[in-house]
């Protein structure tokens, strides 16, 4: 079955503290990877794919295929980012599959 | 100018009473979805139209059904409104679907907050 999971609900760290959000997969065929992030007060938006490679607000993510993971990483955590992160993989049909979300909270 | 909008944002109704919540999106997208939200914050995809046909149906109460006169439009109707159907729900659209032009990039409404008390 496809599955998509964060096996942490809440990730408190300190400000300046590096940040890794969790998420594991299991997907059949080569699924893609998403980070969405929900702001307060937000939508919920996406914040970085795999194909891109790209770091957005710091934040990069690499996929491991041979652990079926796509973690969430940033080195030095801001105020900023506090928010609620969830973890999405899709195959080819365009549905798109969320993990049950992991609420970082950067304290001061 | 708002991409997705979702009304109404927050609805309160009785349980047996039946419901909609609207969706529009002025992106020009192809492809709209409906996710509830439970009370956990999972986030679970329920419906999706593809230039006004379904593609995506999730094992979902038949008391759901989604209509989309257009494909601008996406309405999820609720009949017989029960005490876990208490949710938010999330309209999303993306431009393409499947192998055609998909990006995995959906955008999203504000979301509706419906209780059923």
């Known amino acids: 079955a496809q599955r998509v999971t964060q096996p942490e609900k809440l990730l408190s760290v300190f400000k300046g503290a590096p940040v890794e959000l969790k998420c594991n997969y299991s997907?059949?065929?080569?699924?893609?990877l998403f980070w969405y992030v929900q702001y307060s007060r937000q939508r919920l938006q996406l914040l970085l794919r795999?194909?891109s490679r790209e770091s957005i607000k710091g934040f990069t993510a690499d996929l491991n295929k041979g652990e079926t993971s796509f973690h969430l990483k940033k080195p030095f955590a801001q105020e900023e980012d506090s928010a609620m992160y969830y973890c999405?993989?899709?195959?080819?049909?365009?549905?798109?599959?969320f993990g049950q979300g992991t609420t970082l909270q950067v304290k001061p | 100018d708002t991409a997705v909008s979702q009304t109404p944002k927050y609805l309160v109704t009785q349980m047996g009473n039946d419901k909609s919540i609207k969706c529009e999106q002025n992106?020009?997208?192809?492809?709209m979805y409906w996710y509830k939200q439970d009370s956990k914050k999972f986030l679970k995809i329920m419906f999706s139209?593809?230039?006004?046909?379904?593609?995506i149906n999730e094992t979902v109460p038949n008391r759901f059904s989604p209509k989309s006169p257009d494909k601008a439009h996406l309405n999820l109707h609720i009949n017989s409104l029960e005490l876990g159907d208490s949710a938010v729900y999330f309209c999303?659209?993306?431009?393409?679907?499947?192998?055609?032009?998909?990006?995995?990039?959906?955008?999203f409404g504000e979301g509706s907050r419906l209780t059923v008390l």
């Open positions: 992106l020009g997208h192809d492809t």
């Open positions: 999405a993989a899709s195959g080819n049909t365009g549905k798109l599959i």
């Open positions: 139209y593809n230039n006004k046909e379904l593609i």
């Open positions: 997907y059949s065929g080569s699924p893609e």
């Open positions: 795999h194909i």
């Open positions: 999303a659209s993306s431009g393409g679907t499947g192998t055609s032009g998909y990006t995995g990039e959906l955008f």
